[in-house]
């Protein structure tokens, strides 16, 4: 039995559907779907649907595409009633959300503690930036650059005042499960679709898009929460890279160009438990 990841499936994308249709089933075991698999509701029901029949068990938790609110959706759910919606829809289909109880792992020989995967939805609060930009200046400091993130227009926080505003109350909500977490004696797997941390999140192409990446509330998250692993997609840069003993795993798939030519979707499915073939990769 194994957990695998992925994130970033992205399914508006035909060639990105095809790759989807291609996966090989693997009974038994576990898959996390990391956030970004598409900005509409039949992108959700698509995926969860075919990989509800690969997997016995699917987790999910949103990207920032999957909160969008297109033009051609007027009057349909924003924000955080269009999370809930998704929600809805998942747990529909039996699929784990960070709304739910965070399941148990089936222990390895040897484990010290249980370990509980803790599907989680932080979203980001322009606190990545370098230590000279406030927040409140990190948008233009991007724009300084040339850089815009799409979610300024289409990611809506309502009913929070703002983005930042929404971060911290999920970061609040998610804290105070974690703690009980440990409290009882569990590791975790930590699962978001936006890094945990700022030294994980490179960026050589658009080094400014950082603002839109995460928050620092995180940073020392995987140490107080005794993570096994991290898993984060966003980036669409995936790699393993390991801080304070912990691996953190950015397991895009990532648009076409980001993969074709390069890597299948079988290729890109990142094994998380137990540690095998990724371990210091």
């Known amino acids: 039995m194994k957990l695998w990841a992925i994130s970033d499936l992205h ?3 035909e060639a990105n559907r095809e790759a989807l249709a291609r996966l090989a089933p693997r009974r038994g075991d576990w898959l996390i779907l990391a956030g970004d698999v598409g900005e509409r509701e039949e992108h959700l029901e698509l995926a969860l649907d075919l990989l509800g029949r690969r997997f016995d068990r699917l ?3 949103p990207g920032n595409h999957c909160l969008w609110s ?3 959706e007027r009057g349909q759910p924003v924000g955080e009633a269009k999370y809930l919606r998704l929600v809805e829809i998942c747990r529909s289909r039996g699929v784990l959300t960070p709304e739910d109880p965070y399941p148990v792992w089936p222990p390895s020989v040897g484990d010290e503690r249980p370990v509980r995967i803790a599907p989680l939805f932080l979203l980001y609060d322009y606190t990545f930036g370098p230590d000279s930009v406030p927040p409140e200046r990190a948008v233009r400091w991007a724009m300084e650059a040339d ?3 799409a979610d300024e227009a289409l990611l809506k926080p309502d009913p929070y005042p ?3 505003a929404w971060c911290a109350e999920r ?3 998610s804290e105070e499960r974690l703690a009980t977490v440990v409290a009882d004696g569990h590791d975790t797997v930590l699962v978001n679709h936006w890094p945990l941390r700022r030294d994980v999140t490179e960026l050589p192409a658009v080094p400014r898009f950082v603002v839109w990446c995460g928050t620092r509330r995180t940073t020392d998250w995987h140490r107080r929460f005794r993570a096994r692993t991290v ?3 966003h980036l669409h840069i995936p790699r393993t890279q390991v801080v304070d003993g912990v691996p953190f795993e950015e397991v895009s798939f990532g648009y076409p160009r980001n ?3 390069r890597r299948t979707l079988e290729q890109s499915l990142r094994e998380i438990l137990p540690r095998g073939v990724n371990e210091g990769a």
């Open 11 to 13: 399914l508006g994308h």
């Open 231 to 233: 898993v984060h997609g």
């Open 147 to 149: 850089i815009l993130c």
């Open 59 to 61: 987790l999910w938790v």
């Open 162 to 164: 703002s983005r930042a």
């Open 70 to 72: 297109l033009p051609s």
């Open 259 to 261: 993969w074709q030519n």
């Open 171 to 173: 970061c609040r909500i």
